[in-house]
T-cell receptor, first 117, second 107 residues
Framework: GAVVSQHPSRVICKSGTSVKIECRSL??????MFWYRQFPKKSLMLMAT?????????EQGVEKDKFLINHASLTLSTLTVTSAHPEDSSFYIC?????????????FGPGTRLTVL | KNEVEQSPQNLTAQEGEFITINCSYS?????LHWLQQHPGGGIVSLFM???GKKKHGRLIATINIQEKHSSLHITASHPRDSAVYIC?????????FGAGTILRVKS
């Protein structure tokens, strides 16, 4: 299947700093990318849907000024956690859907574990 | 009530056993994903299906659109199959996830 990478896989930062997470589709073009957050022993929570070249669509309750999403190209989307706080510590997972058929398969990245001290 | 219900929530099996995980959903969907997540790890897509049955190695997934039900079967289970298995359905343009089934296969 298609490969989605995330970088970094782990990051530890101090409270108040900003952290950028990259999500790349390695062997396909992704018009749509999704950012999820996962709490321990919980299922994935959709944060936002990112379409190439347009503004991201955020889910209710997700602060768009805190979680900045940029989908600058068909193979790259970034999530920036601004002014991170300990409650932002979580496992962040991106997913990409291949350009073309709307209900095509979604491929998931390996996740980024963020720890804010 | 969740739109996607999985059962069982937890499952412990002996190595070699045949395993079935069930998923029921209450909304009209276009396709369904079965996903696997190992502890502390990322998510792997096992299957996407919209009708019938798919097989990959020891894994089999079936779906009955009329009954809004899907099953994931693992034949000849192995300890390396221990993971969380998640059913997710395409509803609109988004995936809606079940709570997951925690599978532990003992040797």
């Amino acid at each position: 299947g298609a490969v989605v990478s995330q970088h970094p896989s782990r990051v530890i930062c101090k409270s108040g700093t900003s952290v950028k997470i990259e999500c790349r589709s390695l062997d396909f073009q992704a018009t749509t990318m999704f950012w999820y957050r996962q709490f321990p022993k919980k299922s994935l929570m959709l944060m936002a849907t990112s379409n190439e070249g347009s503004k991201a669509t955020y889910e209710q309750g997700v602060e768009k000024d805190k979680f900045l999403i940029n989908h600058a190209s068909l193979t790259l989307s970034t999530l920036t956690v601004t002014s991170a706080h300990p409650e932002d510590s979580s496992f962040y997972i991106c997913s990409a859907r291949e350009r073309g058929i709307m209900y095509n398969e979604q491929f998931f990245g390996p996740g980024t574990r963020l720890t804010v001290l | 009530k969740n739109e996607v219900e999985q059962s069982p929530q937890n499952l412990t099996a002996q190595e070699g056993e045949f395993i079935t995980i069930n998923c029921s959903y209450s909304v009209g969907i276009s396709a369904l994903h079965w996903l696997q997540q190992h502890p502390g790890g990322g998510i792997v897509s096992l299957f996407m299906l919209s009708s019938g049955k798919k097989k990959h190695g020891r894994l089999i997934a079936t779906i009955n659109i009329q009954e809004k039900h899907s099953s994931l079967h693992i034949t000849a289970s192995h300890p390396r199959d221990s993971a969380v298995y998640i059913c997710a359905v395409f509803y609109g343009n988004k995936l809606v996830f079940g709570a997951g089934t925690i599978l532990r296969v003992k040797s």
